[in-house]
């Protein structure tokens, strides 16, 4: 009985060039669907601030306030869930890589090797801009909690810490799609069973957010007052960062 393997995938030069580019061409739009999860529910935030001063320049209703807040989040989301769908669609071919081991023809591993090294200083840039602004974001919070302690100011507040979050997310995940293509390529004998989840991730993580923000403000025993219920956004955004370094830990002791 013949038990021999049957012989591996060979990735050739081209076929490794192509999807270089491609997931070089997708990073910055798995990039972008990231980010608008995490700014997704700053309208919503930002406009129960607002209906706080309804009684002066703006007549703006609560109850309208946190309808056209969710309305702008899903759509945010929808945006994004596209945007993943459409990423992952086009490197369809190429699943193998993430799925079994394979080899690659000559000269594909230094070819790979030299675009890494080339990449590496852009890599390390953008992890360390990303770090400084998850880092930073939550200065403008602490500053308002300093000097005014005044609920619009604070929401405010949170509205800015989930942006300069999501901006900082930009960029470890534009940089991680990236130099995680070249890994996979270089990493040819190794048992595959790492498909990117970071986009489903990212989405079921904001809507479970949205899912228990709804609940904690509008149901049976919330308050009705969205205003108030800001720290549930604080927490979630700087949870998120640590979920996705998280994600990347674990996928590199893998």
Not at 45 to 64: D, M
Not at 98 to 117: N, S
Not at 189 to 216: D, H, M, N, Q
Request: proline residues 4%; aromatic residues 12%.
């Amino acid at each position: 009985e013949d038990d021999r393997r049957p012989p591996l995938r060979r990735v050739t030069i081209g076929e490794a060039s192509d999807y270089l580019a491609l997931r070089r061409t997708a990073a910055p739009r798995i990039a972008l669907a990231t980010m608008l999860c995490i700014f997704s529910p700053i309208a919503l935030i930002g406009l129960a601030a607002v209906s706080e001063l309804s009684a002066s320049a703006f007549p703006l209703r609560e109850e309208t306030a946190a309808g056209i807040g969710l309305c702008v989040l899903m759509i945010l989301v929808a945006i994004a869930v596209v945007l993943f769908l459409s990423c992952g669609n086009k490197a369809k071919e190429y699943e193998f890589l993430e799925k079994e081991p394979f080899e690659t023809e000559y000269g594909v591993t230094g070819m790979v090797k030299e675009r890494q090294k080339a990449f590496k200083p852009t890599y390390d840039r953008m992890n360390t801009i990303g770090t400084v602004l998850c880092v930073l974001s939550f200065v403008p919070l602490f500053a308002v909690m300093a000097v005014r302690q005044d609920g619009f100011f604070m929401t405010m507040a949170v509205c800015l810490l989930l942006a300069v979050v999501g901006i900082g997310v930009y960029f470890f995940v534009y940089g991680g799609t990236i130099y995680s293509s070249m890994e996979k390529l270089l990493d040819t004998r190794r048992e595959k069973s790492r498909k990117s989840i970071t986009g489903p991730v990212s989405v079921i993580y904001w809507l479970v957010a949205t899912a228990i923000f709804i609940i904690y403000t509008f149901g049976p025993k919330g308050n009705g007052q969205p205003r108030y219920s800001w720290i549930i956004w604080a927490v979630a955004g700087v949870l998120y960062a640590a979920v996705l370094a998280g994600i990347k830990l674990i996928r590199n002791r893998k």
